[in-house]
């Protein structure tokens, strides 16, 4: 009966609290509209692009910025953080953070997560498949929006087949990621559709959940041994953060690396990628939170929206090194890097 009456309680708090949102408030410079801001590991591009945009419409903002290191003990700090402030607006980055802080639909407890404060999520690989959302047109949610940063699997393995031929595509991924789980399950779906076998490995994690340093070259002899054709990196903050010893390791073993991540052919040694670039992605999660502050457009009426273009990356010192040179057809449009070397 008591856990009835709290239920029943909080959800007349939020419907309470929505009618008072709808209302239209004036930001100023003197009572800008308060942004907190919870990231995974800094203020990276995405970040950049975010507070960039909203800079330059010389919008009246005051951005908060609360960094959780890569550590998820730090999340629950800036969730209750959160509802103490009681901020205008609060942008997550990332699977983990987003789910730890805006908490997922089907919850039966609220209370554990933001409620009815306003919402907006990016660099969520999945935010459907993590249960964030209902879907891209609608949110399901009245207080939740957000913005897609990822490419389609199909077109990246699609992209990948054009270039590489690829009949056999290996994954390396860790458990305690769930976007990573989440898009090696969307390759085992495509894997029958578009004519191609994965070969997944998974990394041994210690008892703080976190993968065992040095099992990259390992795990890539595995990956070549099997006759992999190449190696793809969907959605994996561990193999982005060591992305020199990744790629590094793949062509040690003749192994092309194919990334969604761009930043791992441009500033390491992966051969092919198909992104968007996260500062842009910063940008129309700037654009989108102009809409609920400034725009009074509810967030749970807005779409999902994603970039409109992708950009594809190609390094030509490894494909040099690989004997892996590009086709005309993507020739015409991607932009090469690391010519010179």
Request: glycine share 6%; net charge neutral; charged share 25%.
């Amino acid at each position: 009966m008591i856990k009835t009456t709290i239920r029943l309680l909080w959800l007349l708090a939020a419907l309470w609290s929505g009618i008072a949102s709808a209302q239209t408030r004036d930001f100023s410079e003197h009572d800008p509209a308060r942004i907190l801001m919870v990231v995974w590991r800094g203020c990276e591009e995405a970040c950049q692009g975010f507070r960039q945009y909203l800079a330059e419409q010389n919008l009246p903002v005051k951005v908060m910025i609360r960094d959780a290191a890569k550590d998820k003990s730090r999340i629950q700090v800036f969730l209750e953080e959160a509802k103490t402030l009681q901020p205008d607006l609060v942008v997550t980055w990332g699977t983990s953070v987003s789910k730890d802080i805006i908490g997922p639909m089907n919850t039966d407890q609220p209370e554990n997560y933001l409620g009815d404060i306003p919402a907006l999520f990016m660099v969520v690989a999945d935010p459907v498949g993590a249960g964030i959302i209902e879907s891209y047109d609608r949110s399901g949610r009245d207080h939740v929006t957000g913005v897609r940063n990822r490419v389609p699997e199909e077109v990246q393995i699609r992209a990948i087949k054009d270039y590489l031929d690829a009949k056999k595509i290996g994954v390396i991924y860790t458990t305690a990621e769930l976007n990573s789980v989440l898009n090696t399950q969307k390759l085992e779906q495509l894997a029958a559709e578009m004519d191609f076998e994965l070969i997944r490995k998974t990394y041994q994690l210690n008892d703080k959940g976190k993968p065992v340093s040095g099992q990259i070259p390992g795990l890539m002899k595995e990956l070549s041994d099997e006759g992999a054709d190449v190696v793809y990196v969907g959605s994996s903050s561990y193999n982005r953060q060591n992305r020199d010893a990744f790629t590094s390791a793949a062509n040690d073993n003749n192994l092309p690396v194919a990334s969604a991540y761009e930043v791992m052919v441009t500033k390491s040694n992966a051969l092919l990628s198909i992104a968007n670039r996260y500062y842009n992605v910063g940008r129309l999660a700037g654009n989108q939170a102009r809409k609920v502050l400034f725009e009074q457009q509810r967030p749970g009426s807005l779409n999902i929206p994603s970039l409109s273009r992708y950009s594809v990356f190609i390094n030509m010192a490894v494909a040099r090194q690989l004997e892996l040179y590009p086709p005309i057809q993507l020739l015409r449009f991607a932009e090469l890097v690391h010519t010179e070397r």
